[in-house]
């Protein structure tokens, strides 16, 4: 597949995560529960001129700030595919992370202006219970009703182990691992989701059932259409395996309905907020537990997750252990992943080298180094096309192969080139096969005579 | 009727959970036989220990104001009628109206504190 359309279609998953991120964001500043920002306000203060201009504020850099985003993604495009893959993940967090700076700095502004008003609303502080609501809680939905989907995840791994090919028993048996991994996710998360705290925005009990309720009811929908949708996708998956073209159709599918099934559980229950508690002057408000406005900070609660106020994510509660021990894994792995990116994407840029020095033959591209002894090498080929390969594990891209692939014709081996420039040189030695290539096509013949020469 | 639990008072949680009922219930907001969540049920709802919760439903149950079924759970058995303040109560109201005269108040001025918090039970109802 070409390089522009694999581009153009890195684009098109990637710019609606910015669209996302900005209208969820924007949506923010709609009260809902007389929250905005995570800012609990009464009547007085919803409607005071000075909120408003805080929010019209956040609202229009939120906006720029993905316009100047989509900008800088489009502007990578020109970069190599994988270079321009790798930089956009990073641009793509980052573009994310500084949106919430400006929900932080909006939030502390209101926070204050709030204070120096005294907008109060009757109950503050504390953690509020409908006791009508929590003792007559909706009928959940059976268990059993997760479990097709895990059987499907059967399908592959039963496929997987007939299979006689031992790169696709272990393709067919990691797929298998993924599917039945998320499908029972779905399974075990759903509990966590009724033992949640139910909504309460104030004294109306039949207001507060109603948002329990729906929050519920669409979790509910979203972790069974995840879950089926998942395991459907995964056997596709490993039915087309050997299309490039329909395993690219097929994951773009899958994730544009698994974002869509997401954002619209989102805004049903946001909408749902906005529409029971318009008229609502504001009962209850829980501001103080909640650090600006995003992280529920309370000791004393058992819960580790608990609901965001609004909406229908949920959160840590980072006032436990546990919950501190959450966010700084996540802080980590996200750090990593940047990490990971930047190393990958440098990588990527490195030139191809090899040499031969003390009967031994080195080679190196990016995280990819080796090296063969001469005495080892079995069999020596420079050859003109590349034979039918699948990836295993490693980097796919039009511009490199890179990583453990299955190659017609040949056993274990490991691929480090250009598949636009061939000639490539293939080292056979007993455990393993490496197929390389160098930065030209004369490089790599050069190269072959040198190695032929000391085989 | 609304719950609110101070997690930061010095107030013990169950304590918090028994008055908060007792309250609702001499305000009306909870009427005799309307049932209330399950141990297990309360105990998520406000994050804390299925003892606490059992601790407070246990002290209501002793004091007679609420009932549990096996079959139909917990729920609200009203108010239990005896006509007069138990000796903790009364002692508790003493050291109160004790705090009063050594604060200033009048009789009077605490006769209405005390009529004005009796009332609020009613009043809302």
């Not at chain 1, 850099?61 to 100047?68: D, E, P, Q, R």
């Not at chain 2, 058995?77 to 009048?106: C, H, N, Q, T, V």
Request: charged share 20%; hydrophobic share 50%.
């Amino acid at each position: 597949m070409g390089e522009t359309v694999m581009s153009i279609f890195w684009l098109v998953i990637m710019l609606p995560c910015l669209i996302i991120i900005g209208v969820l964001l924007t949506n923010d500043a709609k009260p809902k529960k007389n929250i905005v920002l995570g800012v609990t306000l009464n009547y007085a203060g919803l409607h005071d001129k000075r909120v408003d201009a805080i929010l019209r504020r956040f609202k229009r850099t939120v906006w720029i700030w993905c316009g100047v985003s989509s900008a800088a993604f489009a502007a990578m495009a020109l970069l190599d595919m994988g270079q321009f893959i790798m930089w956009s993940i990073v641009l793509l967090i980052v573009a994310i992370i500084v949106p919430y700076v400006f929900y932080v700095r909006a939030n502390r502004s209101l926070t204050a202006l709030k204070k120096a008003e005294g907008w109060s609303v009757p109950h503050t502080g504390g953690v509020f219970v409908d006791l009508r609501a929590a003792a007559n809680p909706a009928k959940p939905v059976k268990r059993s009703a997760f479990l097709p989907p895990v059987v499907i995840a059967l399908v592959p791994l039963v496929m997987a182990l007939c299979s006689a090919d031992e790169a696709e028993r272990l393709g067919g048996i990691l797929m298998s691992a993924a599917i039945a991994f998320i499908c029972l996710m779905c399974m075990l998360m759903y509990p966590l989701i009724l033992r949640q705290r139910g909504d309460v925005a104030g004294p109306d009990r039949d207001v507060n059932a109603a948002l329990t309720r729906v929050r519920r009811y669409n979790w509910t929908k979203m972790l069974l259409a995840t879950s089926y949708l998942t395991s459907i996708f995964m056997l596709l998956f490993y039915l087309c395996m050997d299309s490039e073209l329909w395993t690219l159709v097929l994951t773009a599918v899958y994730m544009f309905v698994l974002i869509g099934i997401c954002i619209a559980t989102e805004f049903t229950v946001r909408r749902t907020q906005e529409r029971l508690t318009r008229d609502d002057p504001g009962y209850i408000d829980e501001d103080e537990l909640w650090l600006w406005g995003m992280f529920y900070n309370n000791p004393n609660d058992r819960h580790l997750f608990i609901n965001d106020r609004t909406g229908s994510g949920m959160g840590v509660n980072i006032g436990r252990p546990a919950g501190k021990v959450f966010m700084a894994l996540t802080a980590a792995l996200l750090v990593g992943l940047l990490v990971l990116c930047i190393a990958l994407a440098l990588g990527f840029s490195s030139p191809f080298e090899a040499s031969i020095a003390d009967g031994t033959l080195y080679f190196s591209h990016g995280a990819e180094k080796y090296e063969i002894a001469l005495e080892d090498i079995t069999g020596l080929d420079l050859i003109a096309k590349l034979p039918p390969a699948r990836r295993v594990a490693g980097t796919g891209l039009p511009n490199l192969l890179e990583g453990r692939f299955t190659v017609e014709g040949y056993e274990n081996v490991r691929i480090s080139l250009n598949p636009e420039q061939p000639p490539y040189i293939v080292v056979q030695t007993v455990d393993i096969t490496r197929i390389f290539a160098l930065d030209s096509s004369e490089e790599t013949e050069a190269f072959y005579e040198e190695l032929q020469e000391a085989v | 009727m609304l719950l609110c639990l101070d997690m930061a008072s010095k107030t013990p949680i169950y304590m918090q959970i028994r008055n908060e009922i007792v309250l609702g219930i001499a305000s009306g907001e909870l009427a005799p036989g309307e049932k209330l969540p399950t141990i297990r049920a309360l105990a998520e709802q406000c994050g804390v220990n299925m003892m606490t919760v059992n601790k407070a439903y246990g002290l209501l149950r002793q004091e007679g104001y609420i009932t549990t079924d096996r079959r139909g759970g917990t729920a609200v058995a009203g108010s239990p009628g005896a006509g007069a303040l138990g000796d903790k109560y009364a002692g508790a109201l003493r050291i109160i109206a004790a705090e009063a005269r050594l604060a200033g108040l009048s009789e009077d001025g605490f006769a209405a504190l005390c009529r004005e918090a009796y009332r609020g039970g009613d009043s809302n109802g």
